[in-house]
C-alpha cells in the first residue's frame, strides 16, 4: 500500500489555506475538497475509497484527521455547520513555516503541546472534582450511620463479622443492664478454637477514653482478643494503650476503618445487610495515559 508522507499531507494542507486566505468566513468542507480534488494532481491512491468511510475518497478522509492538529493549534476552526476558516494564528504560522513537511510537523507539535496541557488539566479538574466528592460521600456515610440506633449499627457489626468469616456465638440481649461485651466470636462454627474474641461496640457515645478502655478490659481474660469498635473514634492514649498490649490483644475500629472494611467485604455481605447499608462506587473520567 502506497504511503501518504507528511510532506504530501502538508501539501494538500497548503492548498486549503490558499483557498480560505482570502475567506474570512470561511467555506463549506465539500466546496474545499472540490477544489483540493480540482487543483491538486492527486494520485489513484488518494482518489481511492477509503475502506471504513463508504463513498468518501481517500484523500477527503486524509484531510479531515491532517487537520485535526491545526485545530488544536489554533491555526483552523470547524464550525458546526461545516465551515472552515483559518485564523490569524494560522495565518501567522503559515508564513513562518513555509515548507510544505514544516508546516504540518510544527502544526504537530503543537498539537502534542495542547495535549499535554489538555491532560493536565483534566488531570487537575479530576483530583479536585474527586475529593470533593470523596469528602460529600464520606459527610453523607457518616450522617448515615450516627443517625442509627444502637441496635441497627451492632446488627451491622454482627453482618461484618460473619462476612470477614467469623462466627457470631453471642449477642448480648437489647435490654441487658450491666457489662460492657456486645457478642462474642470465634474462628470457628463451634466456638472450640481460642482465642475467644469479645466484641465491644461504642455507638452515639464520646469518644473512647483510658477510662472508657479500662472498663471494657476489666470483662476480658488474659487469653481474650478484644475488638472495639466506636463510631466516635479513640482518643490517643486510647490507641497507644492498645498498641501495646499484648494480653490481651485489643484491636481498635473506628469509624473509617469500618467503612473501609464493610466496602472491602461488600461481595460476602448477606442481602440484608447490604440493604441496610447500601454503598455504590463512584467512577472518574480520567485523562488519557
Known sequence: MPDITQHRIGEILR???????????????????EYVQKNTQL????????PFAINSPRYEVLLRVATIPLVK??????????????????RRASKQYTGAEQFFEEAIRQYRDWKLNEEKRLRHINSIEKY??????????????????TLEFNN??????????????????????????DMIASSDPLGMRYPRIVVHVNHKGQVMTQEGLEMVLSDLRPEDHGIIISSSGFTNQVKEEAFS????????????????LW??????????????????????????E
Open 73 to 90: 493549534a489554533g491555526w483552523l476552526v470547524k464550525t458546526p455547520r461545516g465551515r472552515w476558516f483559518i485564523t490569524e494564528k494560522g
Open 156 to 181: 451491622m457489626v454482627s453482618e461484618l463479622l460473619q462476612a470477614m468469616g467469623y462466627y457470631i456465638a453471642w449477642v448480648a440481649p437489647p435490654e441487658k443492664e450491666k457489662g460492657l461485651i
Open 15 to 33: 492548498r486549503v489555506f490558499e483557498l480560505l486566505w482570502f475567506e474570512p468566513d470561511g467555506l463549506p468542507v465539500r466546496d474545499i475538497f
Open 132 to 149: 470533593e466528592a470523596q469528602e460529600n460521600s464520606w459527610h453523607q456515610i457518616k450522617q448515615f450511620i450516627q443517625g442509627m440506633g
Open 245 to 260: 498490649l499484648n494480653s490481651p490483644a485489643i484491636f481498635l475500629i473506628d469509624l473509617e476503618t469500618f467503612v473501609e
Open 43 to 50: 494520485t489513484e491512491y488518494e482518489k481511492g475509497a477509503f
Open 263 to 288: 466496602v472491602e467485604n461488600y461481595s460476602k455481605l448477606s442481602d440484608e445487610a447490604r440493604h441496610s447499608f447500601p454503598l455504590s462506587p463512584v467512577y472518574f473520567l480520567s485523562a488519557p
